[in-house]
C-alpha cells in the first residue's frame, strides 16, 4: 500500500517516508527500526538482524557466581560486541558445560543462536567429536577394575557417535559418567596416598632387613626422600629403581657374607680336626715311649737294645714329620682366614661407599651415566609414541678448575651439589637431571621445544647468579654454560647428546654463562 502511493525507485522518497512511518508508529530511531520501515516502503523482503540488545539482557542475566563463568560470560559479551554468532554459540555452551546449575539458563539463551544461524550444527558436531575424543582418552586410564565404569564409557561412546542419538540420553550419559569419573578419581587419590603410606612404612624398616644397617642406611635415606610427596611417575620410577638397587646389594652382601661365613666354618672345622689329629699323634707318640720304656727296663743286653732304640727314633722322627706337616697346613689356614677376613672388610667397605643407587651419583644423589641412559631410552619411547616433542641440555660448570685449585676439591664438590640444588627447585616434576660426568650434567626436558628449552636454560641460569654459593664465608658466583638440542625424528638419543654437547662448547667460547641452541 505505501508502494503504490510513492516512488519505490527513488532512494529519496524511500528514506523520507521510512523516517514518517517511524514518528507515526512511534518507533525509537534505531537503524534496525528504520531498516525495518524502509523494506516495508520500499516493498524488500525483511531480514532479521543481529539481536545485539537482547543477547545483552541475556548475558546479563546469567549468573556469575565463578572467576571461570566471569571469564565465559566476557567472552559472551565480546562475542555479541563483534556480532559473532559463533563466539556467542561457543561462549554460551561453555557456560553450560562450567555448571549443572546453569544448564537451562544457557539453553534458553543459545536458542536464538541455533535458530538464526546455520553453522551450528557443524559447530555442535565438533564439540561431540571433541567430546568423544576425551572419553576414548579416559577410557586406558580407567583400567579394568571397574567394570561397570567401563560399560557406560562404551555406551556413551556409542550414543556419541550415533548421529541420531537422542539429545536427553546423551546428557543423562554425560552427566552419569562424570559423576562416576569423579568418584573414581577420589578413590584413585586415596589408594595413591595408601600406597604411599605404605611404601614409606616399609622403607623404614626395611633396615632391620639388612645384614649390615650402616652399609645399606645411604641407600635407604634416599629412598625416604624419593617417596616424599608430591608423587609423580616419575618419581614412582626413581622409587623402583632405587629399591631394586637396595635389595641388590642386600642380596649381594647375603651371598657373599654367607660364602664367608661356610669359608670360615670349613676352616674352623679343618682347625679342629688338625688340633685333635695332633692330640692323638701326642697321645700315640707318648704310648709308644711309655711302651719303649717298660720294654727297656726289661733288656740284658746290648743286642735286644738295637731294635727298641731304632723303633723310639722312628717314632721321634713321625712325630716330628707330622708335627711339621701339621703346623704347614695350620700356617695356610691362618692365611685363608685372614684373606677372608680381609675379603669381608673390603666388602664393607665397598657397601658403605656405594652410592645411594648404582644409577645414581653418590655425591649429587642425581642420575649417573647408566641412569641417564636408562631415563633417555624411556623419553625417546613416550615421546615417540606420544609424537611430542623432547628437549636436553648439557651444561658445564664455569671456570670449575680454578675453584678445585684455589679452594680445594672439596669446595668444588660442595659447588657442584649447591648447583644441583638449585636446578632441582627451579625444574619441572616432569624433567629430568643427571651428573654426565665431572662438572658436566644433562637435563631432559620432555614435551618442549627447542625455543623452550633455551628458556629454561636461560631461567635456571638466573636462579643460579640469584643464589650465591657460599665457600668459607666466601660468597661466590657459579655459572655454566649450556647447549640445548631436540630429538630429531630417526635420532638416537646419544647424537642428540652430541649435539647438545657442541653446542654447550660453543657457548663457553662464546663467553660463558651462555647458552646455544642447535
Not at 632387613?209 to 616424599?228: K, N
Not at 649381594?252 to 666354618?265: D, H, N, V
Not at 623432547?390 to 660442595?414: E, M
Not at 630429531?488 to 647428546?497: A, F, K, L, M, V
Request: charged fraction near 25%.
Amino acid at each position: 500500500m505505501l508502494a503504490a502511493m510513492i516512488d519505490t525507485k527513488n532512494p529519496r522518497e524511500v528514506a523520507r517516508e521510512a523516517l514518517r512511518q517511524l514518528a507515526l508508529r512511534k518507533l525509537p530511531p534505531t537503524p534496525a527500526n528504520y531498516q525495518l520501515c524502509y523494506n516495508e516502503v520500499a516493498g524488500l523482503p525483511n531480514v532479521v538482524g543481529f539481536p545485539e540488545t537482547q543477547l545483552r539482557h541475556i548475558a546479563a542475566a546469567l549468573p556469575a557466581a565463578t572467576a571461570e563463568r566471569q571469564e565465559h560470560l566476557q567472552r559472551l559479551r565480546e562475542a555479541i560486541g563483534g556480532r559473532s554468532w559463533q563466539g556467542v554459540e561457543e561462549a554460551l555452551v561453555a557456560l553450560g558445560t562450567n555448571g549443572a546449575g546453569h544448564a537451562a539458563a544457557v539453553e534458553t539463551s543459545a536458542a536464538p543462536a541455533q535458530e538464526s544461524r546455520p553453522e551450528i550444527p557443524e559447530s555442535h558436531s565438533t564439540l561431540l567429536a571433541r567430546v568423544t575424543r576425551l572419553v576414548e582418552n579416559l577410557l586406558p586410564a580407567l583400567g579394568n577394575d571397574d567394570q561397570w565404569l567401563t560399560g557406560q564409557a562404551l555406551r556413551l561412546l556409542e550414543c556419541l557417535k550415533n548421529p541420531a542419538a537422542d539429545s536427553g540420553e546423551l546428557l543423562q550419559l554425560l552427566a552419569s559418567f562424570n559423576q562416576r569419573v569423579s568418584l573414581a578419581a577420589e578413590e584413585q587419590c586415596e589408594i595413591k596416598q595408601s600406597l604411599l603410606k605404605l611404601l614409606q612404612l616399609i622403607i623404614e624398616n626395611i633396615g632391620e632387613l639388612s645384614l649390615d644397617q650402616e652399609c645399606v642406611q645411604g641407600q635407604i635415606d634416599s629412598l625416604a626422600r624419593a617417596v616424599l610427596p608430591p608423587l609423580t611417575l616419575r618419581r614412582l620410577d626413581d622409587v623402583e629403581r632405587r629399591l631394586q638397587d637396595v635389595l641388590a646389594r642386600q642380596h649381594q652382601a647375603r651371598e657373599r657374607s654367607l660364602e664367608a661365613q661356610e669359608a670360615m666354618r670349613q676352616m674352623l672345622a679343618s682347625f679342629i680336626d688338625h688340633l685333635a689329629s695332633i692330640n692323638q699323634s701326642n697321645t700315640d707318640f707318648q704310648n709308644d715311649l711309655e711302651q719303649s720304656a717298660r720294654e727297656i727296663e726289661q733288656v740284658r743286653t746290648i743286642e735286644d737294645l738295637t731294635p727298641l732304640l731304632r723303633r723310639v727314633i722312628d717314632a721321634t722322627r713321625g712325630m716330628a714329620e707330622h708335627t711339621a706337616s701339621v703346623r704347614e697346613e695350620l700356617i695356610d689356614l691362618q692365611d685363608r682366614a685372614h684373606a677372608t677376613e680381609s675379603e669381608l672388610i673390603r666388602l664393607h667397605e665397598e657397601l658403605r661407599s656405594a652410592s645411594a643407587s648404582a644409577r645414581h651419583d653418590p655425591l649429587t644423589d642425581v642420575l649417573n651415566r647408566r641412569g641417564l641412559d636408562e631415563a633417555l631410552a624411556r623419553e625417546i619411547a613416550s615421546v615417540r609414541r606420544k609424537d611430542s616433542p623432547l628437549c636436553l641440555s648439557v651444561l658445564d660448570v664455569d671456570n670449575f678448575k680454578q675453584i678445585n685449585d684455589r679452594l680445594g676439591h672439596s669446595t668444588g664438590d660442595a659447588a657442584l651439589i649447591h648447583l644441583v640444588k638449585t636446578v632441582r627447585e627451579h625444574m619441572r616434576p616432569i624433567d629430568t637431571l643427571a651428573r654426565y660426568g665431572g662438572e658436566e650434567f644433562v637435563i631432559l626436558m620432555p614435551d618442549t621445544l627447542l625455543g623452550e628449552g633455551i628458556e629454561t636454560m636461560k631461567r635456571l641460569q638466573r636462579e643460579l647468579t640469584r643464589n650465591f654459593f657460599l665457600a668459607d664465608n666466601e660468597r661466590l658466583l657459579i655459572t655454566f654454560s649450556a647447549g640445548v638440542a631436540q630429538l630429531s625424528p630417526d635420532e638416537s638419543g646419544d647424537d642428540t647428546i652430541r649435539r647438545a654437547d657442541q653446542a654447550m662448547y660453543l657457548a663457553k667460547r662464546s663467553g660463558k654463562n651462555r647458552v646455544m641452541g642447535v
